[in-house]
């Protein structure tokens, strides 16, 4: 009877340390079945100009319209919260919060749906990045005129933009003009990349239009469906350009950008993307400039619910020391976030840091974003800080 009653004893305290948990157990991304808050604008790892004013905007969906507010946060710091209307619908609407882009460096952007009693329902995060507004502005040549178009516009006025490529903003539009030197009133993209190539479709299979060159700027008319892509007007001609920040720059707000479809035929064979880091040098006086040299995921292709690593290469290029910084890595699908310390480094020395990331969800075509000095440690000069973010793109299995 001993042995039978120890015996019972050991299952239900066995059962009762499967539901409890004893001191800090990690936070996990919340997500309920049925409910998400999904960021529709900014664009992931957008280049926003230092102190412009920007819509912050996310989708809601909540399966039995259990969310009545969103928690807006900067680097895990409140802004504010939106509470839905009596207009809404309460299975799915969108939320707006206006942010003032303060501090050039990268930075986390967070949105919290959550029910009537304050609790969590699901959250959502991305980067950007803000360029100082401090860099000196210089006028860009003339931009040709587009693919069909009669050549360069000798009436172009040349379009005043920062050295890190960023527009000047102006209110109401994205403070860009267009290959004739037409203002555009609506958000554009401006290219960043020495080329970029105009395609038929959403997509590096589609078929080639034309060629873009650097401070070339297009008016946004339309998105495909996760807005990786931008359906795009340029010299009279009308395409695809990719939304990667690393070529584009996103200029105003694509909040209310539509959904649009294409029915171009992809090419059987695909063209790549223009390659190469294409990452700004420092040209301020003498500081600390860290840029992110390489970055491998191992395996190349990740497994979900496998840890894999990223493998970075990091160099100081600036002439002055940089004391101990952090790098922050956020994974797609799943906003997962991950980070890893980077010693201090001498002027021209390199290191390699290594950041481990699992992944719940399998998918195609993800992103993930690594970015620099997330807490603003190294004074790298206002043309070192905009250098900050890499992009990577990879398929979950």
Request: glycine share 10%.
């Amino acid at each position: 009877m001993r042995g039978l009653f120890l015996l019972l004893l050991g299952v239900i305290l066995t059962a009762l340390a499967c539901n409890f948990q004893l001191g800090d157990a990690p936070v996990s991304q919340v997500t309920a079945t049925g409910n998400t808050v999904t960021f529709i604008a900014p664009a992931l790892n957008s280049v926003i100009q230092e102190g412009a004013s920007i819509t912050l905007a996310v989708r809601v969906k909540s399966e039995n319209a259990e969310a009545t507010s969103v928690e807006f946060l900067h680097d895990s710091q409140t802004l504010g919260t939106v509470y839905i209307t009596s207009d809404q619908n309460g299975n799915a609407w969108t939320a707006r919060f206006v942010w003032q882009a303060l501090g050039a460096r990268g930075h986390f952007l967070s949105a919290v749906a959550k029910r009537a009693d304050g609790s969590p329902l699901a959250s959502t995060e991305i980067t950007v990045q803000v360029a100082s507004a401090d860099l000196a502005l210089e006028p860009t040549l003339p931009i040709n005129a587009g693919a069909g178009s009669s050549g360069t516009d000798s009436s172009t006025t040349p379009t005043a933009t920062t050295r890190a490529g960023v527009p000047t903003n102006t209110p109401g539009g994205s403070g860009s003009t267009s290959a004739n030197g037409t203002p555009i009133a609506g958000p554009s993209v401006q290219v960043l990349a020495s080329t970029l190539t105009l395609r038929s479709g959403p997509g590096s299979t589609f078929s080639i239009l034309g060629n873009m060159s650097r401070g070339d700027q297009a008016a946004i008319l339309g998105r495909n469906g996760d807005r990786t892509w931008w359906f795009v007007e340029w010299g009279g001609q009308r395409g695809w350009v990719t939304g990667n920040t690393t070529f584009v720059a996103i200029n105003g707000d694509t909040t209310d950008v539509k959904f649009v479809t294409t029915e171009s035929t992809p090419l059987p064979s695909s063209t790549p993307l223009p390659s190469g880091n294409l990452v700004p040098t420092s040209t301020a006086g003498a500081s600390a400039d860290l840029v992110i040299d390489s970055a491998t995921l191992n395996p190349p292709n990740p497994r979900a619910n496998q840890t894999f690593s990223v493998t970075i290469l990091v160099r100081n290029q600036g002439e002055l020391d940089a004391p101990s910084s952090l790098i922050s890595g956020l994974f797609q699908p799943g906003n997962e976030r991950s980070e890893v310390a980077v010693p201090p480094l001498a002027a021209g020395q390199t290191t390699t840091v290594t950041l481990f990331v699992t992944l719940q969800q399998a998918g195609a075509n993800q992103v993930g974003a690594l970015l620099l000095d997330v807490k603003g440690e190294v004074a790298e000069g206002a043309n070192g800080e905009a250098n900050n973010v890499k992009t990577l793109t990879y398929n979950v299995n």
